[in-house]
């Protein structure tokens, strides 16, 4: 499924609205309703794979352990990336405040994880990157690009606060009142027929329209075709 962007998957005591709820509007005519395979933060859009049988879930989580699925996400940084291809491995651990909200930082003793972000332009001030994660930690493309000094736009926890204000402001122009963090492909084999098979999920229309108000500095031909 595309799933948009302030939808979140699991519940918890403050959060009644969620897509694990809205499952069993899922079965599409299957005796179950579907597992999900995988998931996405609250304010992340895009791809999310749901397994209709447990067998096809069993396949998927084994594939995601061996690293053999491929997925890709675009996110608009602040400031101007300097590399076209660019590998981060930082360790993250993860950790609660005192307020009881769980965070990440990177931190030498932490989870081994690993990010290969790829230049795909420059709109203004901002860079379009697009993300390949090689593991799968708790908020990793976020603490990576926080940690390299280029915070998501729109990041409530690990972004820059006073410019994510500023893009959300009602007059704001261009406007931005998410996170830019999209998950745009995921790549997998089919669990019964063993074909490559790719989920595409366009870019949502808020975050092509904060794009193209810039003239692009150095588009790639990676670049979402929304723009």
Same mark, same amino acid.
């Given at each position: 499924?595309?799933?948009?962007? =302030?939808?979140?998957?699991?519940? &918890? +005591?403050?959060?009644?609205?969620?897509?694990?709820?809205?499952? %069993?509007?899922?079965?599409?005519? @299957?005796? !179950?309703?579907?597992?999900?395979?995988?998931?996405?933060?609250?304010?992340?859009?895009?791809?999310?794979?749901?397994?209709?049988?447990?067998?096809?879930?069993?396949?998927?989580? !084994?594939?995601?352990? !061996?690293?053999?699925?491929?997925?890709?996400?675009?996110?608009?940084?602040?400031?101007?990336?300097?590399?076209?291809?660019?590998?981060?491995?930082?360790?993250?651990?993860?950790?609660?405040?005192?307020?009881?909200?769980?965070?990440?930082?990177?931190?030498?003793? =932490?989870?081994?994880? @690993?990010?290969?972000?790829?230049?795909? &332009?420059?709109?203004?001030?901002?860079?379009?990157?697009?993300?390949?994660?090689?593991?799968?930690? +708790?908020?990793?493309?976020?603490?990576?690009?926080?940690?390299?000094?280029?915070?998501?736009? =729109?990041?409530?926890?690990?972004? %820059?606060?006073?410019?994510?204000?500023?893009?959300?402001?009602?007059?704001?122009?261009?406007?931005?009142?998410?996170?830019?963090?999209? $998950?745009?492909?995921?790549?997998?084999?089919?669990?019964?027929?063993?074909?490559?098979?790719?989920?595409? $999920?366009?870019?949502?229309? !808020?975050?092509?329209?904060?794009?193209?108000?810039?003239?692009?500095?150095?588009?790639?031909?990676?670049?979402?075709?929304?723009?």
């Amino acid at each position: 499924i595309d799933k948009p962007a =302030g939808l979140a998957v699991q519940g &918890g +005591t403050s959060t009644p609205h969620h897509l694990d709820a809205m499952l %069993d509007a899922l079965k599409f005519g @299957h005796h !179950e309703r579907p597992r999900l395979v995988h998931r996405l933060d609250r304010e992340t859009s895009g791809v999310l794979l749901l397994a209709k049988k447990r067998s096809a879930l069993v396949a998927l989580h !084994e594939q995601i352990r !061996e690293g053999q699925l491929d997925k890709r996400y675009f996110a608009a940084v602040k400031g101007v990336w300097p590399h076209k291809r660019q590998h981060i491995k930082a360790p993250l651990h993860k950790f609660t405040t005192p307020e009881g909200e769980r965070r990440v930082r990177v931190q030498a003793d =932490g989870q081994p994880s @690993h990010t290969i972000f790829n230049k795909v &332009g420059v709109f203004g001030p901002y860079t379009l990157l697009e993300a390949e994660l090689k593991t799968g930690r +708790t908020h990793q493309i976020r603490v990576h690009l926080a940690h390299a000094g280029f915070p998501i736009l =729109g990041d409530d926890k690990y972004g %820059d606060f006073a410019l994510n204000k500023a893009l959300s402001r009602a007059n704001a122009s261009p406007r931005l009142a998410r996170m830019f963090l999209h $998950a745009h492909r995921v790549q997998l084999t089919h669990p019964q027929s063993g074909e490559i098979v790719t989920f595409n $999920a366009p870019l949502p229309a !808020e975050c092509a329209e904060f794009l193209n108000a810039f003239q692009p500095q150095s588009p790639d031909s990676d670049a979402p075709a929304a723009l």
